[in-house]
Structure formats: structure tokens, C-alpha cells
């Protein structure tokens, strides 16, 4: 598979991509395992609740996006990981039964000043739910190898 | 349990709490799970590359963070949930054997100007591994019921 490094990347490229129908066996064992508050791991106090039923973890949701993003982005870029999340919001519930997709947008590019071998490619990721609504959203850079770490920016 | 309500939190109060110990099990399920780059999940080729090792994913950092704080902070107060994270940072590697810790500092708070019966805590989480070193931190705020939502702030 030909990779793609740092200079394939374009701002305001856009990519969709993925599709996780959340359970709610993997939103209990999810909140059970990480963040134990009734209205992740217990479906009757849930119910009971303004918003009626259970919510995935938003720890949860990052974390399925992270899986989309991972085989769908990751996998055919020279990814070195990702330092930090700018800025992060959850704007809506996630529910069982919801199918997530991803959209990316490629915001800004900047090479790095202290390693000439690597890039960075500042991402906007949007979660979707099957009506197109935006669940959850965060923005932050990913580092990326660089083809030609010798050429000028 | 005597709850916690926004009136209780003080602007730079300090609180110290959890004790989470990395396993290799858990950061390859995880990975497996949410975030299947290599140095996640696969421990020869992360013996080969430069950090040498497994890492545990930054999104089961996070979520290891969660459950600490889910169970020493949030247990005891009258929390509402999060809307956001303004600003996070992986800032060290987490390792398998990594004891993990928190500590959280209240840097400010809002009474709400929509909804008077919550108050808004803006906190830093620092977590800290065994030898007191930060491997991530994050900032955000929290909703928290008020006690008296007709008292002027």
C-alpha cells in the first residue's frame, strides 16, 4: 500500500469514512471498565433520567472515532502519532443503536522546526450519528513523516 | 454520601487520587479495540521502534484518567456530566507496569447564565505516573448542580 506522507496531505482536503453501530453491550462494558456513572452502566437509572436511557461514555465515543480514524486515515498515511486534542466537544448524546461515521478536514499544515524529518497536519474530525447530526467533534495535529525531509517550505 | 455541589469547589483547590496500574493485557486489548497502530498492540515491532515498547494508547490514557476520576471526584459530587475538554497533551509515554495518578486543580468557576440551576468548574487534570512525572493533562469544564440556584453569585 503506498503510503502517504506529509506533503500528500492538501488544507481543506475532506475525507468520510467509517461506520460503528454502538451497542449497548460496548457502552456498559465500556462505562463499566472506565467511567462507571449511572447513566452509562445502568439501563434503569437511565431511563429514569431527563434524557432517557443510556449514553455512551464520551470517552467511549472519542475512542470509536479513534478506531475509525485509525483504519480508515492511519492506516495509508506515515502517521507518528499525535501529540495533543485543541479543543474537543460533545455535542450531542450517543446512544445504542447510533451508527457513527467520521468526516476529516484538513485544516492547516506546518512543517517542523527542531525535525526536519517530520510534519504536521492540523485535522478537524467531526462524529456523525446515521442522521447526519454532529455528536461529537475535536481538532488537533497529526505528525507525519515527511517524503522529503531536505526540502524547503 | 454528603455530596458536593457547586458552592463546594474552590477556585484552586487541589485534590490527589487514584492508583491505576498499567497492564500489557489491557493496553493490547485496548488497542486492539480502539487503536490498532503497531506500538499499541503488537510488542515485537514496538521493541523495534525508537521509544521501544508498547505504549498504551493516549485514548486508554484518557479513559484510565476517567475511571479515577469518576471514582474519587465525581462519586462525591453532584456532577451533571462534561460538554468539552478545552486543551489536552500527551506528554510522556505511558507504559505497561506505569502506576497512573491524578491530580486536579479547580482553576475557576461560572455560575451558568442559561440554566441557574448548575455551575460550570473549570478544572486541570494532570496525571502522573509513578515517578511524578505528567504523561498527560487536560482542562475542562464540568457542570455541577448548585445548591441554592436562586442564590446571586
Known amino acids: 500500500m503506498t503510503k ?3 506533503e500528500d496531505f492538501e488544507v481543506g ?6 461506520s460503528k453501530t454502538v451497542t ?21 437509572a437511565a431511563n429514569a433520567m ?3 436511557g443510556l449514553l455512551a461514555s464520551g470517552w467511549h465515543t472519542g475512542s470509536m472515532f479513534m478506531r475509525m480514524f485509525a483504519d480508515n486515515l492511519l492506516a495509508d498515511s506515515a502517521s507518528l ?9 460533545w455535542t450531542q448524546p450517543v446512544r445504542p443503536g447510533d451508527v457513527l461515521s467520521v468526516r476529516t478536514t484538513v485544516l492547516s499544515k506546518s512543517a517542523s522546526k ?9 485535522n478537524r ?24 525531509p531536505d526540502a524547503t517550505v
Request: aromatic share 12%.
Open 81 to 89: 502519532g499525535a501529540p495533543s486534542i485543541d479543543r474537543l466537544r
Open 50 to 52: 431527563p434524557f432517557g
Open 13 to 18: 482536503e475532506v475525507r468520510e469514512y467509517g
Open 24 to 44: 449497548k453491550e460496548e457502552v456498559i462494558a465500556f462505562g463499566r471498565q472506565f467511567d462507571p456513572q449511572p447513566f452509562h452502566v445502568d439501563e434503569d
Open 125 to 148: 474530525h467531526e462524529v456523525l450519528n446515521q442522521d447526519g447530526t454532529v455528536v461529537m467533534w475535536c481538532e488537533g495535529p497529526g505528525m507525519i513523516q515527511r517524503r522529503n
Open 114 to 122: 527542531s525535525r526536519p524529518e517530520i510534519g504536521f497536519v492540523q
Open 4 to 6: 502517504r506522507y506529509w
